[in-house]
């Protein structure tokens, strides 16, 4: 089939180098000249495993290609618009203008009974004002949310868990467009949600809403293992052996940051806020306030390690992405972490395997160079992004090459009783 997306960031250029995969014949559209060069070369603007490698199979077999130009959509069966939503800074809610740019330039090039695919996350609403544009077009519109994680973007596209379809009621056509888009990602197995405009925007929000709230409720329980001396890791354990609350997003430690969760649970509440609801989502207030607690929490057991002040000692970050196996710092908690050390006088070194030219663009006032350069003579080193290579670290080779053997970890990816039998002092957060 011909499909065309429209927004080729992180989730477009996932979804059209995944497309073309599947079998299918794909054009990706962004405005950005810069982007869509590099990937009309195979490379990814961003780091994604996997994703290299189907972008040069794409456009080596012909089925894939990028254009900046709006109207090389046209003879496609079906439009995706991937743009971004980001955060507005006023109000906290999400800022549709690249979401209304993208259909008002894509409209007068599709035909009557092509099918509009809205991915990006919107608040609720938005798909029915849309709606009211695509009509006199003749061509039908639907919503299908996206939830793929960075780190496992590829897979999660290719082999969906489930899949939703928001579409207009009776409108069998959208869906069976979609099915024929989705056959060679699906098993027999793959749950399809068929259902109305606002469940599917909402279906998106709420997922990120509960694991947000679950990380968030970890570490609250964090908090409380600090002052009690009970250790939230085995805490974590006992109760994520009950099925109905399972282990996964149970980490306490920095928090969660990142392009999705912190953004859609403010422009979530910023919505509910507008309809008249906000009651019935304030919880997600006190879930970004926990989250951003922790990040202070990291920095004030840093300072106690350190006698009470950072100033001038050397600090070794390991990890500024927002999470292992992504060039990610889009809120991150780690950078935020190092940036925060910097601010009180610390000798700050940040090193990652990925992040650090996005890092340095924002925050060139930092140091960063690579795990030796960071760790030579620190004074303390602080996990903040639990990266393979970090969690396999050797506690007694390390010890010889720091100033002191104090040890943060903000991610409680570490084994305490390895790191203390090698003579480190290990500190984690809300753990004995
Ligand atoms: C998230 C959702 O998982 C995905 O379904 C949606 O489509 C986009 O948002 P992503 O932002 O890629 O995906 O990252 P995710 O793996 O969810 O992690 C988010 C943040 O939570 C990271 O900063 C991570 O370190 C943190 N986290 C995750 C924890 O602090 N503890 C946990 O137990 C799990």
Redesign the pocket.
Known sequence: MKISVIGCGYLGAVHAASMASLGHDVVGIDVDAAKIGALSEGQAPFYEPGLPQLLTEGIASGRLRFSTDIADAAGSRVHFVAVGTPQMKTSGGADLTYVDAAFTSLLPHVASGDLLVGKS?VPVGTAARLSELVEPTGALLAWN?????????VQ?TVSPDRLVYGVQAGQQASVDLLNEVYAAAVSADTPVVVTDFATAELV?VA??AF??T??SF??AMAEIAEVTGADVTQLADAIGYDARIGR??????????????PK?IRAFTARAEELGRGESVAFLKEVDAINLRRRQRALDVVVEELGGSVYRKKVAVLGLA???D?D?VRD??ALDVAVQLHGLGAHVVGTDPEAIPNSQRLHPQLTFGTLDEALDGADAVVLL??WKQYRALDPSAIAAQVSQPILVDG?NALDPAAWRAAGWTYRGLGRR
């Open positions: 996350t949310p996206e939830f793929l994680r960075e780190g496992f973007a999660d998106k997922a990120n694991l947000a679950k990380i970890i570490n996964r997003f149970l980490n306490a430690g920095v928090g969660f940051g990142g392009g999705c969760l859609d927002f999470k292992p992504s990610d991150s908690p992004t639990e991610r």
